[in-house]
């Protein structure tokens, strides 16, 4: 299993990305209205952080969304219900700000506090490769108006191990051909506790 995250600008292109008409199944909706549009929701988000605007104008927010991707192996996925991806989502969310990358154990960082951020999570199976895996979009402005950390490493991603019944841990996805920028603002893809 393999996930990697980013902060982007582009939100509203992101958004109408991973909910394709026809290519995408909404998996989970977090703060956010079940009946929404992507273009609302990302209203919904956009509104959001104009709580926040003032401390924005003294340092302007650029990159207010975060964007995941969650992929375990076609092996581990296969014969996975609408319910196994539900719960593969809730554990990812549950599980990301609990781990912490090698090198970064002493550090102390700000976290970003998924359970509490609108959120989607869609499930794409239309992939070149044959993989079904979740796309995460994140507002960066929490619910208590707090600012989710974007800092992190501009490595590529990383395997995950799920702590599951429904799948084997220790299988990676390889990445095939597609290259990743390294950027400033970079998550660093993470690794599950045992």
């Avoid at 990697?4 to 292109?13: E, F, L, N, R, Y």
């Avoid at 104009?50 to 924005?56: D, H, N, Q, S, V």
């Avoid at 809730?90 to 090698?102: G, K, N």
Wanted: glycine fraction near 6%.
């Amino acid at each position: 299993m393999i996930a990697k995250a980013k902060s982007i600008a582009h939100g509203g292109v992101s958004l109408g990305y991973i909910t394709r008409q026809g290519k995408a199944q909404v998996v989970k909706l977090n703060h956010l209205p079940e009946d929404a549009s992507p273009q609302a929701i990302y209203g919904y988000m956009k509104l959001h952080q104009k709580l926040r605007e003032e401390e924005f104008q003294r340092r302007p927010l650029k990159n207010n969304m975060i964007r995941m991707e969650i992929s375990p192996s076609k092996e581990e996925s296969k014969g996975w219900t609408l319910e196994d991806w539900k719960q593969l989502a809730e554990d990812f969310v549950q599980a990301f700000d609990r781990v912490r990358l090698p090198g970064e154990e002493k550090l102390r960082r700000s976290p970003c506090r998924l359970p509490n951020s609108q959120y989607i999570i869609t499930l794409h199976t239309d992939s070149k490769s044959g993989i079904p895996h979740l796309h995460l979009d994140c507002n960066r402005v929490d619910m208590d108006n707090c600012l989710n950390s974007d800092h992190g490493s501009a490595s590529g991603p990383r395997p995950l191990p799920r702590r599951s019944t429904v799948c084997a841990a220790g299988n990676v996805r390889k990445t095939g051909s597609r290259r990743t920028k390294p950027a400033s603002r970079r998550i660093a893809s993470r690794s599950w506790p045992d």
